[in-house]
């Protein structure tokens, strides 16, 4: 067995405090009827082992010397007897997942709420994991732990340096899963388009199938995002808008005969197009809006005309739909000033709340010019008591080539966040606009599940998973990435540390792209 064939320090600790597992040693054991992502996190533990390791797992129905049984209750029988012996499964919120090592009889348990909890809690597996050439080890884990907020989604932009790769996407997808994402939103931009049956939008319409099919296929939720007053760029002249800064003048003016009828009717068609969406988010401004004097306030005169029709329509078709309304940039004061504020205290200023609104997203920008949000903004939400969710700007504060590190932004992003109430906070979309946000996105995915999570912690649990026996080393080259990091000698040192890790990393580590995203960082920092 591989415990005995390590090197010796490897082995002395392997008796007491790891499994290790050779080639052809494991064998996952999943229910009777394993959902498609149970299957799913299975292959992808399968390939990450074999692909960093060397180590395949062993065929079904072999005498295995080492066994992981993944599953929920409800869907792996023993999983249901594991949770008889251990009440914290049962114990589980929404999403949570249990996972045990076992020493002496060589066994691991990953118990999942739910298709998303399990695929969590095999993602934490692998993170624990240690990769060495021909064996994975894996600790003495004893870990219960549960999501604290329930929308952990990612938003993903739609624009060519994502969806010219579909394929990669995909793989990203899973992999946000992993790290305990369990959603994925797209915003479908009409104006890209002449009309729905522009082939161009057809193309993209199918690429949201595949995208949310495979978030679907993790156990993850869709989201779709519609700006209020978008209309495909050939819309009638007749009904289009007043100028307004950020947005394309083909957007319709609701106050225009017809627009409203026009524009619920267009977007509906896209909502039917698409699979079932979970979460749908009315979108305001940046771009949308519209500064005619009918429309002047925007946030609850012109943005809501439209708004408020549509929401009622999109939960007539689909009464499950989550319709979350936006309210990124109408702090602006083309925007009417502090009108938004009253949208937040009442809705549609009848006092009567929509029965399909399920809260307000707000952004989380303290860098952006126009969307950011003072203490007194934040007061305002707080005191309004509707559920909240965040729209972080994790990319646009410094866009630049390569691996974006920013840890003073992100613990400004971080502070921002918790200080909203914390039990009306129910997660968010980062805007994740190309790869160089990867680092960040992990970052808040993390404070989706616990928001009192230290920067540094996260840091090194990404290290360790994607540097594996170079974590320590690759730490050091991110603090020197780090755009706060005032360090004199900064270029020097980041040279050195890119060369040095250059003749050091397995190749593993130099296959996955976040290693080229990194280095392209290295590179614009030292030039
Ligand atoms: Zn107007």
């Not at 797992?57 to 992981?68: I, P, S």
């Not at 896209?270 to 979970?278: E, G, S, W, Y």
């Not at 790869?435 to 616990?450: P, R």
Request: hydrophobic share 40%; proline share 6%.
């Amino acid at each position: 067995m591989a415990a005995e064939t390590g090197d010796k320090e490897t082995a002395k600790n392997s008796k007491s405090q790891v499994l290790a597992i050779g080639n052809a040693e494991l064998t996952v054991v999943l229910g009777e009827k394993p959902s498609p992502a149970e299957k799913r996190v299975t292959e992808l533990l399968a390939e990450r082992i074999k692909d960093r390791a060397g180590v395949a797992l062993a065929a079904q129905g072999d005498k295995a010397a080492f066994r992981l049984v993944i599953g929920k209750v409800a869907s792996n029988e023993r999983i249901k007897e594991f949770a008889a012996t251990r009440k914290e499964v049962a114990s589980l919120g929404s999403d949570g997942y249990v996972i045990t090592v076992n020493m002496g009889n060589k066994e691991i348990h990953v118990a999942g709420q739910s298709d998303s909890g399990v695929v969590a809690g095999v993602g934490r597996l692998m993170r624990e994991m240690r990769y060495q050439k021909g064996r994975v080890e894996v600790p003495s884990l004893d870990i219960a732990e549960t999501p604290q907020m329930p929308n952990r989604g990612m938003y993903l932009w739609a624009r060519k340096d994502f969806f010219g790769k579909p394929d990669q996407v995909d793989r990203y997808v899973e992999e946000f899963a992993l790290w305990g994402c369990n959603g994925i939103a797209l915003w479908f931009e009409m104006g890209m388009f002449k009309s729905f049956d522009d082939p161009e939008a057809k193309t993209w319409l199918d690429i949201y199938r595949r995208l949310y099919a495979t978030a679907k296929s993790m156990g993850m939720k869709s989201g779709l995002l519609m700006v209020m007053n978008d209309a495909y760029n050939t819309s009638p002249t007749a009904m289009r808008i007043k100028p307004i800064i950020g947005c394309p003048d083909h957007y319709l003016c609701p106050n225009k005969p017809g627009s409203v009828e026009q524009m619920i009717a267009w977007q509906e068609q896209v909502f039917k197009a698409l699979p079932q969406i979970d979460i749908f988010n009315l979108f305001p401004a940046d771009p949308g809006g519209c500064s005619c004097p009918d429309c002047t306030p925007w946030p609850t005169r012109g943005f809501w005309r439209i708004a408020k029709p549509l929401a009622d329509r999109i939960h007539e078709t689909s009464p499950k739909t989550e319709i979350w309304v936006d309210t990124w940039h109408v702090n602006h004061p083309t925007f009417g000033g502090k009108d938004w504020q009253k949208l937040v205290a009442s809705l549609d200023w009848t006092k009567e709340r929509p029965k399909w609104f399920a809260g307000f997203e707000v952004g989380l920008a303290p860098h952006h010019g126009f969307a950011r949000m003072s203490a007194e903004d934040r007061k305002v939400y707080n005191e309004a008591k509707q559920p909240l969710m965040v729209f972080p700007d994790i990319s646009m504060w410094a866009n630049h080539p390569g691996m974006l590190v920013n840890k003073e932004y992100w613990k400004s992003l971080q502070t921002e966040m918790n200080d909203y109430s914390p039990e009306l906070m129910k997660g968010g979309w980062p805007y994740s606009e190309r790869w160089n946000t990867d680092i960040a996105s992990v970052m808040m995915l993390s404070w989706f599940w616990n928001p009192q999570k230290n920067v540094e912690t996260v840091m090194d649990e990404y290290a360790s998973f994607y540097f594996g026996p170079e974590a320590a080393s690759a730490r050091e080259l991110l603090e020197l990435l780090d755009d706060s990091n005032k360090d004199p000698q900064r270029k020097e040192k980041l040279r050195d540390k890119l060369a040095g890790l250059d003749g050091s990393l397995p190749e593993w580590v130099k296959r996955d792209w976040r290693w080229a995203e990194i280095s392209e960082s290295c590179r614009f920092r030292t030039r």
